[in-house]
Nanobody, 116 residues
Framework: QVQLVESGGGLVHTGGSLRLSCAASGTFVSINDMGWYRQAPGKQRELVAIITSGDGTNYGESVKGRFTISRDNAKNTVYLQMNNLKPEDTAVYYC??????????WGQGTLVTVSS
């Protein structure tokens, strides 16, 4: 059994910053890709950022230049540094990880609200 637990969401004003964390727990061999997705009310879930086990990254177009994804393999944790936040970044942010042998796993989500 593996689990992802997100933290760091909250309310911030336009232009502000937040840092999300997602820690993996349980018994597992290794984690391949880790990433962040988000879902705003009435919209489909979309990719925010992905980081591979080799630290390769890929970002959604709307967050490029503002968000940075990173991971600490010793802590089995992925981070999302979000700068220059905009109201349209308001969403529930979900952590995702591809565990070897377990496959894709999702966190419970953390709410980010950006006020104008």
């Amino acid at each position: 059994q593996v689990q992802l637990v997100e933290s760091g969401g909250g309310l911030v004003h336009t232009g502000g910053s937040l840092r999300l964390s997602c820690a993996a727990s349980g018994t597992f061999v290794s984690i391949n890709d880790m990433g962040w997705y988000r879902q705003a009310p009435g919209k489909q879930r979309e990719l925010v950022a992905i980081i591979t086990s080799g630290d390769g990254t890929n970002y959604g177009e709307s967050v490029k230049g503002r968000f940075t994804i990173s991971r600490d393999n010793a802590k089995n944790t992925v981070y999302l540094q979000m700068n220059n936040l905009k109201p349209e970044d308001t969403a529930v942010y979900y952590c995702n990880a591809d565990f070897r042998f377990f496959g894709d796993t999702w966190g419970q989500g953390t709410l980010v609200t950006v006020s104008s």
